[in-house]
């Protein structure tokens, strides 16, 4: 352990990603620094568990994992307060991922391809109270996705029950057959999200950009 990480050692950690090699990997370098690593996960229920037994003061996750993602997760135990710390640590760098990273609070946020000594500098500000996001994800331009997340705000709930769905795939006959409500109900809400989120194109352009957003829409 290096004197600079003398100030994180202990600290308790849970961790989890769905690939062996890398939970191993974070897990070995973890505890090279220092850091008492309390549990893996390699899927987000039993993550959730483990954070919700432990209370660890950071858990470091990744997005994509079976039954629960990271910002699931993070969501739940923002809901019950709890106390812990979350950092995600995703091969994801596009901006609409970082935006909804910001969205629910989560502390930090790395890339894979980021070096141990990133993971120990993050792990040092997020546990400071700072929020920490890997230097290429700062390079991107978030403006024009916080104006999308502005817009997306400003749909009513039966509205961003519909957009989910429609990115789901479904067709306005199922959406309505879901929500028990008329198809002309369900086209009536198209349009006005056509209109709220300043979507132009083709009859079909609704449904190709629900598609294209789906993961920042299944988090709202």
């Given amino acids: 352990m290096t004197k600079k990480n003398s100030d994180i050692k202990n600290i308790k950690v849970i961790i989890a990603d769905d690939h062996p090699m890398m939970l191993q990997g974070l897990k070995a370098t973890l505890e090279q620094g220092g850091i008492n690593v309390l549990g893996m996960a390699r899927e987000g229920t039993e993550a959730l568990k483990l954070i919700l037994e432990s209370q660890p003061d ?114 306005s006959q199922q959406i309505a057959q879901k929500l028990h409500i008329s198809t002309r109900t369900v086209e009536k809400h198209r349009s006005n999200i056509i209109s709220k989120l300043d979507i132009s194109g083709y009859s079909n352009s609704l449904s190709i950009w629900a598609i294209d957003q789906k993961a920042l829409l299944m988090n709202l």
Avoid: W
């Avoid at 890339?111 to 997020?126: A, G, H």
């Avoid at 290429?136 to 996705?145: K, M, P, Q, T, Y």
């Fill in 58 to 171: 950071l858990a470091i996750l990744d997005i994509d994992m079976p039954y629960l993602s990271g910002f699931d997760i993070a969501q739940e135990c923002l809901k019950r307060n709890i106390q812990t710390k979350f950092i995600i640590l995703s091969f994801h760098k596009e901006a609409e991922f970082i935006a909804q990273a910001k969205k629910i609070n989560i502390s930090g946020y790395l890339l894979k391809e980021d070096t141990s000594m990133v993971i120990f500098d993050c792990i040092r500000e997020v546990i400071a109270g700072k929020m920490y996001f890997s230097q290429s994800i700062l390079n991107n331009d978030l403006s024009f996705v916080n104006k999308k997340l502005e817009r997306l705000a400003s749909l009513s709930p039966s509205e961003k029950k519909i957009l989910k769905l429609i990115a789901e795939q479904h067709t």
